[in-house]
């Protein structure tokens, strides 16, 4: 009988991944502090994808949060920041996943079409999300600053907290 490699998944941690970066290119429109702490963010989310670190993943996508927080304080346009924001949570999302998944089925277990599946879903939420943010941004907002659809956004973030 084979052991089993108890590693993050493939495709889920190439999602989250993807996710991380697009946070790092959204933060850099808003400002370069976001951006550094983006930067710090994907590099603790890759470390704990390539060693199947939980705690490092949730921290890393912590910090990609944070910096969407942080920029979009700090003058990111309200689109760029509900992007930023939902594909911080894509990367949590997915990054738990391949961690989760690969503890337990490990990496040689097929499960291209669940991760697949998960992938698709999680995207298809965030975008559910961000067009009703931004929706609500753009109709009752009435001509608010950003730091309004930032603080619907964590207050989204403490409801799907709330929620595990």
Not at 16 to 28: D, E, K
Not at 56 to 66: E, H, I, S
């Amino acid at each position: 009988m084979k052991e089993l490699t108890r590693r993050p998944t493939r495709i889920a941690s190439l999602g989250a991944a993807l996710a991380a970066v697009i946070v790092v290119g959204a933060t850099a429109v808003g400002s370069p502090a976001g951006a550094v702490l983006a930067v710090v963010g994907t590099a603790s989310l890759a470390a704990g994808l390539v060693w199947g670190i939980t705690d490092a993943t949730d921290a890393g996508a912590g910090l990609l949060f944070v910096a969407v927080v942080l920029s979009g304080l700090q003058g990111m346009p309200p689109e760029v920041t509900v992007v930023g924001a939902i594909a911080a949570l894509v990367a949590l999302d997915l990054g738990r996943s391949a961690v989760e998944l690969g503890e337990q089925l490990g990496r040689e277990t097929d499960t291209r079409r669940l991760e697949a599946v998960h992938v698709v879903s999680s995207v298809s939420v965030g975008l559910a999300a961000a067009t009703l943010g931004y929706g609500v941004y753009v109709f009752g907002g009435g001509g608010q600053p950003a730091g309004g659809v930032v603080l619907l956004l964590l207050a989204v973030v403490f409801l799907v907290a709330a929620l595990k």
